[in-house]
Protein backbone atom coordinates (compact mmCIF):
# COMPACT_ATOMS: atom_id res chain seq x y z
CA UNK A 1 0.00 0.00 0.00
CA UNK A 2 1.21 3.34 -0.77
CA UNK A 3 1.17 6.06 2.07
CA UNK A 4 -1.56 8.02 0.75
CA UNK A 5 -3.44 4.91 1.11
CA UNK A 6 -2.39 4.18 4.42
CA UNK A 7 -3.72 8.08 5.55
CA UNK A 8 -6.85 7.25 4.09
CA UNK A 9 -7.01 3.81 5.98
CA UNK A 10 -6.31 5.29 9.28
CA UNK A 11 -8.76 8.78 8.71
CA UNK A 12 -7.16 11.81 9.96
CA UNK A 13 -8.12 13.70 13.39
CA UNK A 14 -8.23 17.41 14.21
CA UNK A 15 -6.79 16.80 17.49
CA UNK A 16 -3.20 16.15 15.97
CA UNK A 17 -3.55 19.89 14.92
CA UNK A 18 -3.51 21.57 19.15
CA UNK A 19 -1.31 23.25 21.03
CA UNK A 20 -1.37 20.03 23.43
CA UNK A 21 -0.07 17.95 21.00
CA UNK A 22 2.29 20.15 19.35
CA UNK A 23 4.08 20.09 23.34
CA UNK A 24 4.10 16.07 23.58
CA UNK A 25 5.35 15.78 20.20
CA UNK A 26 8.35 17.66 20.91
CA UNK A 27 8.81 16.03 24.39
CA UNK A 28 8.21 12.71 22.46
CA UNK A 29 10.46 13.55 19.17
CA UNK A 30 13.79 14.50 21.73
CA UNK A 31 12.95 12.08 25.15
CA UNK A 32 10.53 9.09 23.84
CA UNK A 33 12.60 5.39 23.67
CA UNK A 34 14.22 3.41 25.83
CA UNK A 35 17.99 4.25 25.93
CA UNK A 36 20.27 2.05 24.97
CA UNK A 37 17.52 -0.49 23.26
CA UNK A 38 19.40 -3.80 22.56
CA UNK A 39 17.75 -4.65 18.61
CA UNK A 40 19.42 -7.90 18.16
CA UNK A 41 20.23 -9.48 14.71
CA UNK A 42 18.45 -12.82 13.97
CA UNK A 43 21.30 -15.08 14.28
CA UNK A 44 22.02 -14.32 18.21
CA UNK A 45 19.39 -16.84 19.87
CA UNK A 46 21.36 -17.40 22.86
CA UNK A 47 21.17 -13.64 23.76
CA UNK A 48 17.63 -13.05 22.58
CA UNK A 49 16.76 -15.50 25.21
CA UNK A 50 19.18 -13.75 27.96
CA UNK A 51 17.51 -10.14 27.44
CA UNK A 52 13.72 -11.79 27.31
CA UNK A 53 14.42 -13.22 30.46
CA UNK A 54 16.39 -10.64 31.95
CA UNK A 55 13.93 -7.36 30.82
CA UNK A 56 11.10 -9.48 29.80
CA UNK A 57 11.23 -8.23 26.57
CA UNK A 58 13.37 -8.55 23.63
CA UNK A 59 13.80 -7.02 20.04
CA UNK A 60 15.42 -8.98 16.60
CA UNK A 61 15.43 -7.53 13.90
CA UNK A 62 15.21 -9.08 9.91
CA UNK A 63 12.77 -11.31 11.25
CA UNK A 64 9.98 -10.80 7.99
CA UNK A 65 11.64 -10.35 4.67
CA UNK A 66 10.68 -7.14 2.08
CA UNK A 67 7.63 -9.30 0.85
CA UNK A 68 6.48 -10.98 4.31
CA UNK A 69 6.24 -7.27 5.06
CA UNK A 70 4.24 -6.28 2.54
CA UNK A 71 2.40 -9.17 3.15
CA UNK A 72 1.51 -8.40 6.49
CA UNK A 73 1.07 -4.67 5.89
CA UNK A 74 -1.81 -5.16 3.78
CA UNK A 75 -3.64 -7.82 5.37
CA UNK A 76 -3.44 -5.65 8.42
CA UNK A 77 -4.94 -2.55 6.72
CA UNK A 78 -7.93 -4.99 5.32
CA UNK A 79 -8.81 -6.16 8.52
CA UNK A 80 -8.49 -2.47 9.78
CA UNK A 81 -10.52 -1.32 7.47
CA UNK A 82 -13.27 -3.64 8.05
CA UNK A 83 -13.57 -2.72 11.84
CA UNK A 84 -13.05 1.07 11.44
CA UNK A 85 -16.64 0.81 8.97
CA UNK A 86 -18.03 0.00 12.19
CA UNK A 87 -16.63 3.15 13.92
CA UNK A 88 -16.84 6.03 12.63
CA UNK A 89 -16.49 8.25 15.68
CA UNK A 90 -13.22 6.20 16.02
CA UNK A 91 -13.98 5.35 19.88
CA UNK A 92 -12.24 2.04 19.88
CA UNK A 93 -12.02 -0.58 21.76
CA UNK A 94 -8.65 -1.16 23.71
CA UNK A 95 -9.33 3.75 23.89
CA UNK A 96 -10.17 6.23 22.19
CA UNK A 97 -8.67 5.39 18.17
CA UNK A 98 -7.00 1.81 19.21
CA UNK A 99 -8.22 -1.48 18.38
CA UNK A 100 -7.65 -5.01 19.07
CA UNK A 101 -7.31 -7.44 16.28
CA UNK A 102 -8.08 -10.01 18.15
CA UNK A 103 -11.29 -8.14 20.01
CA UNK A 104 -12.19 -7.19 17.35
CA UNK A 105 -12.96 -10.43 15.49
CA UNK A 106 -15.72 -12.60 15.99
CA UNK A 107 -13.10 -15.60 16.89
CA UNK A 108 -11.27 -13.18 19.09
CA UNK A 109 -8.03 -14.36 16.63
CA UNK A 110 -7.31 -13.26 12.94
CA UNK A 111 -5.87 -16.80 12.54
CA UNK A 112 -8.75 -17.54 9.50
CA UNK A 113 -6.23 -14.48 7.40
CA UNK A 114 -3.35 -15.62 5.34
CA UNK A 115 -1.02 -13.35 6.67
CA UNK A 116 -1.19 -14.42 10.31
CA UNK A 117 -0.73 -17.72 8.99
CA UNK A 118 2.37 -17.18 7.12
CA UNK A 119 3.62 -15.75 11.04
CA UNK A 120 3.24 -19.26 11.92
CA UNK A 121 6.62 -20.86 10.30
CA UNK A 122 8.87 -17.75 10.30
CA UNK A 123 11.99 -19.91 11.55
CA UNK A 124 13.57 -17.08 14.14
CA UNK A 125 10.59 -17.25 15.92
CA UNK A 126 10.36 -20.86 16.25
CA UNK A 127 13.74 -21.02 17.60
CA UNK A 128 13.86 -17.94 19.95
CA UNK A 129 10.26 -19.37 21.14
CA UNK A 130 11.32 -23.24 21.61
CA UNK A 131 14.93 -21.66 23.57
CA UNK A 132 12.30 -19.43 25.83
CA UNK A 133 10.34 -22.84 26.47
CA UNK A 134 13.16 -25.47 26.38
CA UNK A 135 10.82 -27.52 24.08
CA UNK A 136 9.32 -27.21 20.54
CA UNK A 137 6.07 -28.74 21.99
CA UNK A 138 4.14 -24.77 23.24
CA UNK A 139 1.04 -24.03 21.72
CA UNK A 140 -0.64 -21.20 19.73
CA UNK A 141 -3.07 -19.30 21.98
CA UNK A 142 -4.26 -16.90 19.08
CA UNK A 143 -3.61 -14.67 16.41
CA UNK A 144 -4.50 -11.03 17.22
CA UNK A 145 -2.19 -7.82 18.09
CA UNK A 146 -3.43 -4.44 17.70
CA UNK A 147 -3.29 -1.31 15.95
CA UNK A 148 -3.18 2.28 16.55
CA UNK A 149 -4.25 5.77 14.34
CA UNK A 150 -3.50 8.80 14.34
CA UNK A 151 -5.51 11.10 16.82
CA UNK A 152 -5.17 8.41 19.23
CA UNK A 153 -3.11 11.09 21.76
CA UNK A 154 -3.41 9.77 25.26
CA UNK A 155 -1.56 6.83 26.68
CA UNK A 156 -2.94 3.76 27.88
CA UNK A 157 -3.04 2.73 31.32
CA UNK A 158 -0.19 0.39 31.75
CA UNK A 159 -0.90 -3.69 32.77
CA UNK A 160 0.23 -7.45 32.10
CA UNK A 161 -1.76 -9.90 30.15
CA UNK A 162 -2.16 -12.49 32.09
CA UNK A 163 -3.29 -12.72 35.84
CA UNK A 164 -4.29 -15.21 38.34
CA UNK A 165 -7.67 -17.71 38.08
CA UNK A 166 -10.50 -15.11 38.61
CA UNK A 167 -14.62 -15.34 38.56
CA UNK A 168 -15.38 -16.35 35.22
CA UNK A 169 -18.17 -13.19 35.55
CA UNK A 170 -14.87 -11.09 35.04
CA UNK A 171 -13.19 -12.65 32.20
CA UNK A 172 -13.29 -16.40 31.14
CA UNK A 173 -9.24 -16.30 30.22
CA UNK A 174 -8.12 -17.10 33.57
CA UNK A 175 -6.64 -20.71 35.29
CA UNK A 176 -3.42 -20.11 37.54
CA UNK A 177 -4.67 -20.69 40.78
CA UNK A 178 -2.78 -21.40 44.21
CA UNK A 179 -5.47 -22.44 46.96
CA UNK A 180 -2.68 -21.79 49.61
CA UNK A 181 -2.46 -18.55 48.58
CA UNK A 182 1.41 -18.65 48.45
CA UNK A 183 2.63 -19.10 44.55
CA UNK A 184 1.13 -16.80 42.12
CA UNK A 185 1.29 -16.55 38.19
CA UNK A 186 4.52 -14.15 38.38
CA UNK A 187 6.38 -16.58 40.33
CA UNK A 188 6.58 -18.90 37.43
CA UNK A 189 8.56 -19.39 34.93
CA UNK A 190 7.25 -18.09 31.39
CA UNK A 191 4.18 -19.07 30.57
CA UNK A 192 2.93 -17.17 27.80
CA UNK A 193 4.50 -15.53 25.38
CA UNK A 194 3.48 -13.32 22.58
CA UNK A 195 5.40 -12.38 19.51
CA UNK A 196 4.44 -8.93 17.75
CA UNK A 197 5.71 -8.29 13.73
CA UNK A 198 6.21 -4.85 12.90
CA UNK A 199 4.68 -4.67 8.98
CA UNK A 200 6.01 -0.34 9.25
CA UNK A 201 8.46 0.90 11.09
CA UNK A 202 8.08 1.84 14.61
CA UNK A 203 9.01 5.33 15.80
CA UNK A 204 9.26 7.64 18.61
CA UNK A 205 5.71 9.21 17.33
CA UNK A 206 3.74 6.60 15.62
CA UNK A 207 2.47 5.14 19.09
CA UNK A 208 5.67 2.69 20.25
CA UNK A 209 4.61 0.28 23.07
CA UNK A 210 6.10 1.42 26.22
CA UNK A 211 7.46 -2.27 28.44
CA UNK A 212 8.55 -1.76 31.43
CA UNK A 213 11.92 -3.55 32.11
CA UNK A 214 11.80 -6.38 34.62
CA UNK A 215 8.49 -6.20 35.71
CA UNK A 216 7.16 -10.11 34.56
CA UNK A 217 7.61 -11.06 37.86
CA UNK A 218 7.29 -8.52 40.27
CA UNK A 219 4.35 -8.25 42.36
CA UNK A 220 4.60 -4.50 42.94
CA UNK A 221 1.09 -2.74 42.53
CA UNK A 222 0.95 -1.46 38.60
CA UNK A 223 0.85 2.18 38.57
CA UNK A 224 -2.18 4.08 37.45
CA UNK A 225 -1.39 6.78 34.56
CA UNK A 226 -2.11 9.35 37.47
CA UNK A 227 1.12 8.07 39.43
CA UNK A 228 3.34 6.41 36.85
CA UNK A 229 6.64 8.27 36.62
CA UNK A 230 7.59 10.41 33.43
CA UNK A 231 10.00 7.83 32.90
CA UNK A 232 7.95 4.80 32.58
CA UNK A 233 5.73 6.82 30.00
CA UNK A 234 8.85 7.53 27.65
CA UNK A 235 10.00 3.52 28.37
CA UNK A 236 8.72 2.84 24.67
CA UNK A 237 10.48 0.26 22.85
CA UNK A 238 11.86 2.61 19.54
CA UNK A 239 13.17 3.52 17.21
CA UNK A 240 12.63 -0.17 15.81
CA UNK A 241 12.78 -1.55 11.66
CA UNK A 242 9.91 -3.16 9.34
CA UNK A 243 10.12 -6.62 9.61
CA UNK A 244 11.71 -7.05 13.19
CA UNK A 245 9.89 -8.89 16.05
CA UNK A 246 9.16 -7.72 19.46
CA UNK A 247 9.07 -10.71 22.04
CA UNK A 248 7.20 -10.49 24.91
CA UNK A 249 6.38 -12.04 28.40
CA UNK A 250 3.02 -10.66 29.11
CA UNK A 251 3.23 -10.41 32.61
CA UNK A 252 5.75 -7.57 32.00
CA UNK A 253 3.70 -4.26 32.41
CA UNK A 254 3.07 -2.68 29.26
CA UNK A 255 0.86 -0.26 27.58
CA UNK A 256 0.02 2.18 24.36
CA UNK A 257 1.70 5.49 23.60
CA UNK A 258 0.30 8.50 21.40
CA UNK A 259 0.21 7.72 17.84
CA UNK A 260 0.75 11.50 16.35
CA UNK A 261 2.27 10.54 13.23
CA UNK A 262 0.39 10.47 9.62
CA UNK A 263 -0.57 6.68 9.41
CA UNK A 264 -1.33 3.71 11.58
CA UNK A 265 0.83 1.99 13.45
CA UNK A 266 -0.09 -2.00 13.47
CA UNK A 267 1.56 -4.58 15.84
CA UNK A 268 0.34 -7.58 14.65
CA UNK A 269 0.76 -11.41 17.18
CA UNK A 270 1.15 -14.94 17.84
CA UNK A 271 0.51 -15.64 21.20
CA UNK A 272 1.98 -18.73 22.61
CA UNK A 273 1.39 -20.93 25.45
CA UNK A 274 4.05 -22.74 27.32
CA UNK A 275 3.69 -26.60 26.84
CA UNK A 276 2.88 -26.89 30.72
CA UNK A 277 0.49 -23.60 30.99
CA UNK A 278 -2.84 -23.82 29.83
CA UNK A 279 -6.42 -21.54 29.71
CA UNK A 280 -9.40 -21.70 27.34
CA UNK A 281 -8.80 -20.94 23.72
CA UNK A 282 -11.04 -20.00 21.24
CA UNK A 283 -11.25 -21.94 17.94
CA UNK A 284 -9.84 -19.52 15.05
CA UNK A 285 -9.39 -21.27 12.07
CA UNK A 286 -11.89 -23.53 10.12
CA UNK A 287 -10.70 -27.59 9.26
CA UNK A 288 -10.33 -27.08 5.88
CA UNK A 289 -7.38 -24.26 6.56
CA UNK A 290 -6.16 -26.20 9.15
CA UNK A 291 -5.07 -28.72 7.01
CA UNK A 292 -3.53 -26.86 4.22
CA UNK A 293 -0.98 -25.48 6.67
CA UNK A 294 2.12 -26.94 7.26
CA UNK A 295 2.98 -30.02 9.46
CA UNK A 296 4.92 -27.60 12.23
CA UNK A 297 2.04 -25.17 11.99
CA UNK A 298 -0.80 -27.53 12.14
CA UNK A 299 0.97 -28.54 15.24
CA UNK A 300 1.07 -24.87 16.85
CA UNK A 301 -2.31 -24.48 16.17
CA UNK A 302 -4.06 -27.89 16.85
CA UNK A 303 -6.07 -26.40 20.29
CA UNK A 304 -7.37 -23.63 17.89
CA UNK A 305 -9.24 -25.75 15.20
CA UNK A 306 -13.23 -25.54 14.25
CA UNK A 307 -14.83 -28.62 14.58
CA UNK A 308 -14.75 -30.28 11.14
CA UNK A 309 -18.72 -30.09 11.08
CA UNK A 310 -18.92 -26.64 12.01
CA UNK A 311 -18.53 -23.54 9.76
CA UNK A 312 -16.31 -20.62 11.55
CA UNK A 313 -17.87 -17.47 11.43
CA UNK A 314 -16.05 -14.51 10.95
CA UNK A 315 -15.94 -10.86 10.75
CA UNK A 316 -15.37 -7.43 12.69
CA UNK A 317 -17.17 -6.57 16.05
CA UNK A 318 -16.64 -3.84 18.30
CA UNK A 319 -16.75 -6.04 20.91
CA UNK A 320 -14.20 -4.90 23.40
CA UNK A 321 -11.27 -7.20 24.11
Sequence with gaps: MTPQSLRETAGSDRTLDTPTVAALRANLEVNNGIKGLDILRSTDTRRAVELFRRDGFVVIADALNDEQVEILATGCHEVAAEILALDKDRAGNRGSHRYSF?????TRSQLHRPEWQMLLDIALVTDVVTAIFESPDYVLRAASGDFCLPGAVEYQPLHS????????????????????????VRDLPCPYVCVNFLPQEVTRLNGPTRQIPGTQQSRAPIPSLAD????????????????????????????????????????PNLEFYAPW??????PGISHGDFRKLSERAQRLVRHCVADSSEPLVTGATLRAR
Excluded: K, Y
Design 102 to 106: GGSSL
Design 277 to 282: FREPIV
Design 228 to 267: EPEWMRLSTVCPAPAGAVMIRDVRAWHGGTPNISGAMRAI
Design 161 to 184: DVRDWCDPATTPFSAFHDPRRQVT
